[in-house]
Protein backbone atom coordinates (compact mmCIF):
# COMPACT_ATOMS: atom_id res chain seq x y z
CA UNK A 1 0.00 0.00 0.00
CA UNK A 2 1.56 2.93 -1.29
CA UNK A 3 -0.97 5.53 1.22
CA UNK A 4 -2.31 7.16 -1.66
CA UNK A 5 -5.89 6.59 -2.33
CA UNK A 6 -7.41 7.27 -5.41
CA UNK A 7 -11.56 7.28 -5.42
CA UNK A 8 -13.51 5.41 -7.33
CA UNK A 9 -11.69 1.78 -8.39
CA UNK A 10 -14.05 1.84 -11.60
CA UNK A 11 -15.94 4.17 -13.75
CA UNK A 12 -18.42 3.26 -16.50
CA UNK A 13 -20.41 6.59 -18.13
CA UNK A 14 -21.55 6.85 -21.76
CA UNK A 15 -20.17 9.38 -24.38
CA UNK A 16 -20.54 13.23 -23.53
CA UNK A 17 -20.58 12.75 -20.14
CA UNK A 18 -18.33 14.19 -17.28
CA UNK A 19 -16.66 12.83 -14.39
CA UNK A 20 -14.60 13.52 -11.76
CA UNK A 21 -11.78 11.45 -10.17
CA UNK A 22 -10.13 11.94 -6.76
CA UNK A 23 -6.95 11.23 -4.96
CA UNK A 24 -5.51 12.00 -1.88
CA UNK A 25 -1.84 12.38 -1.68
CA UNK A 26 0.51 10.61 1.01
CA UNK A 27 0.49 12.09 4.24
CA UNK A 28 3.18 15.02 4.18
CA UNK A 29 3.16 14.69 0.45
CA UNK A 30 2.50 18.34 -1.21
CA UNK A 31 2.57 17.42 -4.95
CA UNK A 32 0.00 15.57 -6.53
CA UNK A 33 0.66 13.81 -10.16
CA UNK A 34 -2.03 12.64 -12.96
CA UNK A 35 -1.12 9.82 -15.24
CA UNK A 36 -3.14 8.72 -17.85
CA UNK A 37 -2.18 4.70 -18.96
CA UNK A 38 -3.95 3.52 -22.36
CA UNK A 39 -3.48 0.32 -24.46
CA UNK A 40 -2.38 2.46 -27.51
CA UNK A 41 -0.75 5.65 -25.90
CA UNK A 42 1.18 3.69 -22.83
CA UNK A 43 1.25 5.96 -19.87
CA UNK A 44 1.36 9.58 -20.33
CA UNK A 45 1.71 12.33 -17.93
CA UNK A 46 -1.12 14.46 -17.71
CA UNK A 47 -0.58 17.23 -15.19
CA UNK A 48 1.20 17.82 -11.67
CA UNK A 49 0.44 20.30 -8.77
CA UNK A 50 2.24 21.66 -5.91
CA UNK A 51 0.73 22.91 -2.43
CA UNK A 52 -2.83 23.83 -4.78
CA UNK A 53 -0.58 25.57 -7.69
CA UNK A 54 -0.23 23.68 -11.20
CA UNK A 55 3.37 23.09 -11.69
CA UNK A 56 3.44 21.25 -15.00
CA UNK A 57 1.71 20.49 -17.93
CA UNK A 58 1.54 17.26 -20.35
CA UNK A 59 -0.44 16.04 -22.68
CA UNK A 60 -3.41 16.96 -21.20
CA UNK A 61 -6.48 17.58 -23.22
CA UNK A 62 -8.79 20.56 -22.82
CA UNK A 63 -11.67 18.64 -22.01
CA UNK A 64 -9.80 17.76 -19.08
CA UNK A 65 -9.08 19.88 -16.06
CA UNK A 66 -7.46 19.20 -12.18
CA UNK A 67 -7.09 20.71 -9.27
CA UNK A 68 -5.80 20.37 -5.53
CA UNK A 69 -7.91 21.76 -2.89
CA UNK A 70 -6.29 23.39 0.67
CA UNK A 71 -6.52 20.11 2.36
CA UNK A 72 -4.05 18.74 -0.62
CA UNK A 73 -6.66 15.95 -1.93
CA UNK A 74 -6.73 16.57 -5.83
CA UNK A 75 -9.71 16.07 -8.39
CA UNK A 76 -9.35 15.52 -12.32
CA UNK A 77 -12.63 16.02 -13.98
CA UNK A 78 -13.09 14.41 -17.70
CA UNK A 79 -15.84 15.92 -19.72
CA UNK A 80 -17.73 15.41 -23.40
CA UNK A 81 -15.59 12.39 -22.92
CA UNK A 82 -15.24 9.88 -25.70
CA UNK A 83 -15.07 6.27 -26.08
CA UNK A 84 -11.09 7.08 -26.92
CA UNK A 85 -10.70 8.42 -22.93
CA UNK A 86 -11.19 4.75 -21.55
CA UNK A 87 -8.11 4.47 -19.53
CA UNK A 88 -6.89 3.56 -16.46
CA UNK A 89 -5.86 6.68 -14.70
CA UNK A 90 -3.62 7.15 -12.21
CA UNK A 91 -2.53 9.86 -9.40
CA UNK A 92 0.95 9.75 -7.97
CA UNK A 93 2.32 11.90 -4.75
CA UNK A 94 5.57 13.09 -3.72
CA UNK A 95 6.88 15.47 -0.91
CA UNK A 96 7.96 18.31 -2.53
CA UNK A 97 7.18 17.83 -6.17
CA UNK A 98 10.61 18.36 -7.38
CA UNK A 99 11.53 16.62 -10.69
CA UNK A 100 14.31 13.93 -8.67
CA UNK A 101 11.36 12.90 -6.26
CA UNK A 102 10.22 9.56 -5.75
CA UNK A 103 6.70 9.42 -6.84
CA UNK A 104 4.50 7.00 -5.11
CA UNK A 105 1.47 5.67 -7.17
CA UNK A 106 -1.95 5.09 -6.09
CA UNK A 107 -4.46 1.91 -7.30
CA UNK A 108 -5.88 3.81 -10.54
CA UNK A 109 -9.23 4.66 -11.29
CA UNK A 110 -10.21 2.44 -14.41
CA UNK A 111 -12.75 4.23 -16.85
CA UNK A 112 -15.31 2.66 -19.26
CA UNK A 113 -16.54 5.08 -21.64
CA UNK A 114 -19.27 3.11 -23.57
CA UNK B 1 12.46 16.34 -23.06
CA UNK B 2 13.27 13.03 -22.24
CA UNK B 3 13.24 9.37 -24.22
CA UNK B 4 13.10 5.89 -22.79
CA UNK B 5 13.79 2.92 -25.00
CA UNK B 6 12.65 -0.59 -23.51
CA UNK B 7 13.82 -3.39 -26.39
CA UNK B 8 12.26 -6.11 -25.13
CA UNK B 9 8.41 -6.46 -25.06
CA UNK B 10 8.22 -9.63 -23.32
CA UNK B 11 10.80 -11.67 -21.86
CA UNK B 12 9.99 -14.95 -19.38
CA UNK B 13 12.90 -16.33 -16.37
CA UNK B 14 12.69 -19.80 -14.42
CA UNK B 15 11.48 -19.83 -10.83
CA UNK B 16 15.01 -19.20 -9.10
CA UNK B 17 17.32 -17.78 -11.54
CA UNK B 18 18.11 -14.14 -12.81
CA UNK B 19 17.16 -11.68 -15.67
CA UNK B 20 17.85 -8.52 -16.55
CA UNK B 21 15.60 -6.28 -18.30
CA UNK B 22 17.11 -3.21 -20.39
CA UNK B 23 16.75 0.12 -20.36
CA UNK B 24 18.10 3.03 -22.75
CA UNK B 25 17.39 6.67 -22.70
CA UNK B 26 18.38 9.91 -23.54
CA UNK B 27 17.92 13.04 -21.44
CA UNK B 28 19.46 16.88 -22.04
CA UNK B 29 19.44 17.28 -17.79
CA UNK B 30 22.06 16.95 -16.15
CA UNK B 31 20.92 16.32 -12.79
CA UNK B 32 18.48 13.36 -12.85
CA UNK B 33 17.47 10.33 -11.74
CA UNK B 34 16.20 7.13 -13.01
CA UNK B 35 13.31 4.69 -11.80
CA UNK B 36 11.92 1.15 -12.21
CA UNK B 37 8.51 0.48 -11.28
CA UNK B 38 6.62 -3.04 -11.42
CA UNK B 39 2.77 -3.61 -12.82
CA UNK B 40 1.61 -6.55 -11.48
CA UNK B 41 -1.93 -8.03 -12.74
CA UNK B 42 -3.58 -5.88 -9.91
CA UNK B 43 -2.32 -2.93 -11.91
CA UNK B 44 -0.67 -0.80 -8.96
CA UNK B 45 2.11 0.68 -9.77
CA UNK B 46 4.97 0.00 -7.52
CA UNK B 47 8.38 1.44 -7.36
CA UNK B 48 11.31 -1.21 -7.21
CA UNK B 49 14.61 0.93 -6.84
CA UNK B 50 15.68 4.35 -8.13
CA UNK B 51 19.16 5.46 -8.90
CA UNK B 52 20.80 9.13 -8.97
CA UNK B 53 22.75 9.84 -11.88
CA UNK B 54 25.19 11.31 -9.75
CA UNK B 55 26.18 8.40 -8.05
CA UNK B 56 28.80 6.19 -9.75
CA UNK B 57 27.51 3.23 -7.09
CA UNK B 58 24.69 1.03 -8.56
CA UNK B 59 21.79 0.59 -6.05
CA UNK B 60 20.38 -2.20 -5.03
CA UNK B 61 17.14 -3.31 -2.80
CA UNK B 62 16.78 -6.88 -1.76
CA UNK B 63 16.89 -9.23 -4.92
CA UNK B 64 17.10 -6.20 -7.36
CA UNK B 65 20.07 -4.17 -8.58
CA UNK B 66 20.69 -2.02 -11.55
CA UNK B 67 23.59 -1.40 -13.61
CA UNK B 68 23.58 2.18 -14.53
CA UNK B 69 25.95 2.89 -17.05
CA UNK B 70 25.92 6.74 -17.34
CA UNK B 71 27.78 7.69 -20.58
CA UNK B 72 26.20 4.92 -22.62
CA UNK B 73 22.82 6.15 -21.13
CA UNK B 74 21.84 2.75 -20.08
CA UNK B 75 20.06 1.81 -17.51
CA UNK B 76 19.57 -2.26 -16.72
CA UNK B 77 17.59 -3.84 -14.19
CA UNK B 78 18.71 -7.01 -12.96
CA UNK B 79 16.50 -9.96 -11.24
CA UNK B 80 17.72 -12.14 -8.94
CA UNK B 81 16.78 -15.83 -7.44
CA UNK B 82 13.35 -14.92 -9.29
CA UNK B 83 9.64 -15.80 -7.78
CA UNK B 84 6.46 -16.01 -9.28
CA UNK B 85 5.40 -12.81 -7.87
CA UNK B 86 8.27 -11.15 -9.70
CA UNK B 87 5.52 -11.78 -12.77
CA UNK B 88 4.65 -8.24 -14.51
CA UNK B 89 5.40 -4.90 -16.56
CA UNK B 90 8.83 -3.47 -15.53
CA UNK B 91 8.94 -0.21 -16.40
CA UNK B 92 11.66 2.62 -16.81
CA UNK B 93 11.55 6.37 -16.27
CA UNK B 94 13.71 8.87 -16.21
CA UNK B 95 12.96 12.41 -14.34
CA UNK B 96 15.00 15.18 -14.46
CA UNK B 97 15.49 17.99 -12.13
CA UNK B 98 14.03 20.22 -15.31
CA UNK B 99 11.26 18.17 -15.76
CA UNK B 100 9.07 17.36 -13.25
CA UNK B 101 7.01 14.86 -14.63
CA UNK B 102 8.50 10.79 -15.63
CA UNK B 103 9.11 9.82 -18.64
CA UNK B 104 8.04 5.57 -18.86
CA UNK B 105 9.59 3.52 -22.01
CA UNK B 106 6.49 1.31 -22.69
CA UNK B 107 7.75 -1.78 -20.77
CA UNK B 108 8.66 -5.39 -20.23
CA UNK B 109 6.51 -7.70 -19.73
CA UNK B 110 8.51 -10.68 -17.59
CA UNK B 111 7.00 -14.18 -16.51
CA UNK B 112 8.10 -16.37 -14.52
CA UNK B 113 7.59 -20.06 -15.37
CA UNK B 114 7.76 -22.48 -12.35
Known amino acids: DSGVTQTPKHLITATGQRVTLRCSPR?????VYWYQQSLDQGLQFLIQ???????AKGNILERFSAQQFPDLHSELNLSSLELGDSALYFC?????????????FGPGTRLTVL | AQTVTQSQPEMSVQEAETVTLSCTYD???????LFWYKQPPSRQMILVIR??????QNATENRFSVNFQKAAKSFSLKISDSQLGDAAMYFC???????????FGKGTKLSVIP
Open chain 2, 51 to 56: QEAYKQ
Open chain 1, 27 to 31: SGDLS
Open chain 2, 27 to 33: TSESDYY
Open chain 1, 49 to 55: YYNGEER
Open chain 2, 93 to 103: APSGAGSYQLT
Open chain 1, 92 to 104: ASSVDGRGTDTQY
